[in-house]
């Protein structure tokens, strides 16, 4: 019979590969000649999956592990999650067609949430809610620019508006999920053991990046070499479309 320990370096040896599909598939993208690189920004789809399997084979051999009470914290997770996170919230934004302002908002929101949620991680008692309460504001301001805001632009860009409604809504639900995990666990009410913890949430990390390169590659000729005129928008005083790394 498998004990917990074991049972956590499978799940987390399983996550490597299933990430490791979502690098080949990033690489078929950066090597289709049908599509423009630059256009869609698809070396920033390739971190997400690349990091994100390091970060978990780095788990599986169990480096970075720090104990805080009954929990076991895996330092990797997040950072992975403060790295490949704002990258998956902001090519949303990208791919709408949003001003380099919002993009870098739904970032930078998404990084406090993951940030501010590590360190709640690490605290006890009170100061563990706290931290998990100023963390769930910069959720909801994710997810506000997500669905009130990033619907405005991506009418200019008709051809990416089904590709953004599918990243948007996979992004958008998982995301739900993850403060509802960390409740159940051990660093929140204890419902659900450290293994189980471990066993749900790299279910769900790989669910949440490798689909979502697939998305962008099944969606790919929205960002085609033949170059598609933006159409006009009243609004005169946003930028064009920023790129992820803007």
């Known amino acids: ?46 971190v997400i999956p690349a990091f994100a ?16 009470g009954d929990n076991s914290v895996y330092l990797f997770r997040y950072i992975d999650w403060l790295v490949t996170t704002p990258i998956l919230v902001a090519y949303v934004g990208y ?5 380099r302002k919002w993009i870098i908002a739904v970032a930078v929101a ?10 709640a991680t690490l605290l006890t008692g009170i100061a ?23 619907p405005r ?6 051809e990416r508006y089904r590709l953004f409604k599918v ?27 450290v293994v189980g913890t471990a066993m749900i949430i790299a279910y769900i990390d790989v669910v949440a990046k490798t689909p979502y390169v697939y998305f962008v590659w099944n969606e790919r000729f929205a960002f085609s070499s033949e170059p598609v005129d933006p159409v006009e928008t009243t609004d005169a005083t946003d930028p064009g479309p920023a790129s992820p790394a803007d």
């Open 95 to 99: 791919v709408a067609g949003a001003p």
């Open 1 to 46: 019979m498998i004990d917990g320990a074991s049972a956590i370096t499978v799940s987390y040896a399983i996550a490597t590969v299933g990430l490791l599909i979502g690098v080949v598939i990033s690489i078929r993208l950066l090597t289709d000649d049908a599509v423009d690189n630059d256009r869609g920004g698809f070396l920033w789809l390739l």
């Open 53 to 68: 399997g390091l970060s978990y084979l780095f788990m599986t051999l169990e480096i970075g592990v720090v104990e805080v």
């Open 128 to 150: 563990t809610w706290i931290g998990f309460g100023v963390s769930a504001i910069f959720h909801v301001s994710l997810l506000a620019i997500l669905y009130l805001i990033f």
């Open 110 to 119: 998404d990084a406090m949430m993951i940030a501010i949620g590590f360190a």
């Open 167 to 193: 990243l948007q809504n996979h992004v958008g639900l998982l995301w739900l999920a993850y403060p509802l995990i960390w409740l159940a666990s051990p660093a929140g009410v204890g419902a659900v053991s």
């Open 153 to 158: 632009y991506v009418s200019q860009y008709p």
